[in-house]
DNA sequence: ATCGTTGTTCCATTATTTGGAACTTAATTT
DNA sequence: AAATTAAGTTCCAAATAATGGAACAACGAT
């Protein structure tokens, strides 16, 4: 369902955009359309203030309002995202380095970034599989239990990692997911100091990844690159294999990034 | 470049957040990160408020400051949109049927629908290139030149179809391209008799499609579905033959979504 | 027909946004 | 290095928009 996908419902400090966001998560993050009645409970605002909020986002594009009086994300959310991610350096850059390590592992490569508590998925390339689960990009997926989130958090000063830990929620999706900040940090420690990271079905049962963790030198970017597979495939000992090729792949991110930004950051 | 895509920066009734969103599109439409000046240059607003509008933007996640000042779209957007379109019934419902048509013909398939002036596309199955999300899907292209888009028209109502064609301002892409209302309309009565329509590399050269439309009975979807590719493969001819199975394929989404939404409407 | 539910409109009160100007910081020129 | 210009940030009284309670409509079910 909702896993913690970075802490949704704050009070933000920005004022009327604040409150229209909280909407909109609302209204993203359910599994169904929702009736006006339905936001009502959920939001827990006046009838007319609410009322007159969902008509704006609706009259912006952002929400879409159907003939049963069911509210739905809009499209325009659509486009936004497309421009957003046709230009994305970072993403721009990484491409070719991603399409590298698919054709030398023959296995999934994914590109994700921290945003709040949670990964981001920026670029995945994967084989010829028949299955079309691009439905990747653009995913939320929690930092404590994927190999990028965790290659990234390694990335943190101390300080920071301590509060963005501190305020993790864990859910536990298998056996094998952290639910506690202490062997956590304990493990983020461990990839600090060997530069890679991995997912041992902590997210999906059945699913592994190498992970290496990716920045730019201005931190806009923290995040990391994985080879991810079936768990039947894919080895303990062949995922230790892929960490060499991996953290050079990162290397030639962030070498591409230098030289696409300049020197000087 | 910018095209006209649907007519960007217009004022609207909704308060605070119509403002913000002007903003959001002129970050989102630019070719690249733009820094403070350039913005307060193109939105006209007093610096104070403008910064503060920014600041909002980018607390929310919606813009991204870099460390050089320059302002890009914010990840969160990609995070709502795959939301969005992961749960989008009129996709889901016709991704089956695209799918068999491009098994069918071997070329690209398209779903768009129309949201103000542009096509929105919602999916796309192409040959054996696995697909890249937001290559295509999400991207909105102009109604009046694309065969999702001219089918869409030729769904509305008469005095719809005016007041829209009224506001649109013609780019010639290509030689082929409608640049007035009046060629636009004589076709569009014509698609709307035949029932199908077709792009003669009226958007871009070398690519031309047919496209049929499809609607769902609450009309919260106006859109089309179309078989795409390059000019030198598919001759005319070839595109007559097609227009068959197009419509076919419409007909079928449209015959699930009733299924799905329940008969009455 | 009546009642309860759901969705919409209205308007005085309240809170936020606005925009001009003063201020700080960074970059460029002399 | 000092002076000058540009770029970015903060402040606050005035203008504007959001709020929320209640009254009003529309719809379904009994």
Redesign the pocket.
Known sequence: MDSNGGGAAQARE????G?LMVLLDLVTHADAPL???DI?ALAG?????L???LT?LVEEGLLELDGD?RYAPGLRLLDFAARSWARNEFRLIAEPHLRDLQQATGETVHLGVLRGQSIIYLDKVEGRQPVRMYSQIGNASPCYCTGVGKAALSLLPAESLIDLVAGLRFTSFTASTHVSAETLLAEIREIADQGYAFDREEHEAGICCVAAPVWSEDRTFIGGISITGPAYRLSMELLHQWAVPVQLAAGKIMEGMRVRLGPRR
Chains 1, 2 share one sequence.
Request: charged share 20%; glycine share 16%.
């Open positions: 920005t004022g009327t955009l409150k009736r006006f009645t009502l605002q006046p009838r007319g203030t009322h007159r909020q704006h009086g």
